[in-house]
């Protein structure tokens, strides 16, 4: 069976509330089994990365540069893409979902990718975007970060979120 994969976005200078949610996300990835992919880097990415290890989860991070040890240490596989930005190109589309968390203009440039690629994206405190004006792709926000990841594996299964 193939592994659920969720991608995590948001910042790499986390705020404390963007930091908690992403560790509690990256915990409950873990918990259902999926994988937590992401940029590999700091911020959002290593909390939400450090909290998939805490539960003995999977995590894959797509690093901008070529040099493997730049990435987090709670990152199981690390893939030096050598894109620099483009990169969030990968983290993207490497997710059958995205779930936002907080996040400033990469994170923004990263929805507006996944809206491109038709990734369902879930927000959990990120940008407010309208539907008319995203191409009538919308951001399907939660409360909390069990709600995200319950949303993101609802639209992966084929649910409704």
Do not use: H
Not at 7 to 18: D, F, L, N
Not at 76 to 89: E, K, M, Q
């Amino acid at each position: 069976m193939t592994k659920r994969c969720i991608a995590v976005i948001g910042s790499g200078v986390a705020t404390e509330e963007e930091s908690r949610n992403a560790l509690e996300v990256g915990r409950e990835i873990a918990r259902q089994g999926a994988v937590l992919v992401c940029g590999g880097l700091t911020g959002v990415m290593e909390a939400a990365a450090r909290g998939a290890k805490e539960m003995g989860g999977l995590t894959l991070g797509i690093i901008p540069g070529e040099d493997p040890s730049s990435a987090n240490p709670y990152i199981d596989i690390v893939i030096p893409s050598g894109l620099g930005i483009a990169r969030n190109v990968l983290v993207v589309s490497s997710g059958q979902a995205v779930i936002a968390v907080g996040g400033k203009l990469g994170t923004l440039s990263e929805i507006a990718i996944a809206f491109v690629i038709k990734r369902p994206v879930i927000g959990l405190g990120t940008w407010q975007i309208e539907k008319a004006r995203s191409g009538g792709n919308e951001i399907i926000f939660a409360r909390d970060a069990k709600e995200a990841v319950r949303k993101a594996l609802e639209v992966i299964e084929g649910k409704s979120a």
